[in-house]
Nanobody, 124 residues
């Protein structure tokens, strides 16, 4: 059984940083691409970041490039999202998702398993 859980959200002041973690249960990340999505009230779900299977390349949504970074913590079997220089418009529920595709795009339909989201709120 594939289970994912995002954690680490909270309230942070604009310009600050947060680190989110996506924990795996029932599998390891070796054979999956892991992505981060977010959704704010009244807005469409937005792709944030992805780390691919195999080569473990990373790519990001335009709105977070240069500010966010995703990586694998092998010791903890988690995929982390380091968020820096946070802006109020980053406020959203953040989700992690897994795909059996090697290099999926940042589109929701390409991901098979989803974790429960974690709330990130950035104050001005």
């Amino acid at each position: 059984e594939v289970q994912l859980q995002a954690s680490g959200g909270g309230l942070v002041q604009a310009g600050g940083s947060l680190r989110l973690s996506c924990a795996a249960s029932g599998f390891t990340f070796d054979d999956y691409a892991i992505a981060w999505f977010r959704q704010a009230p009244g807005k469409e779900r937005e792709g944030v970041a992805c780390i691919t299977s195999g080569t473990r390349a990373t790519f990001y949504g335009d709105s977070v490039k240069g500010r966010f970074a995703t990586s694998i913590d092998n010791a903890k079997n988690t995929v982390d999202l380091e968020m820096n220089s946070l802006k109020p418009e980053d406020t959203a529920v953040y989700y992690c998702a897994a795909s059996s595709s090697r290099w999926p795009p940042l589109t929701s339909n390409d991901y098979d398993s989803w974790g429960r989201g974690t709330q990130v709120t950035v104050s001005s």
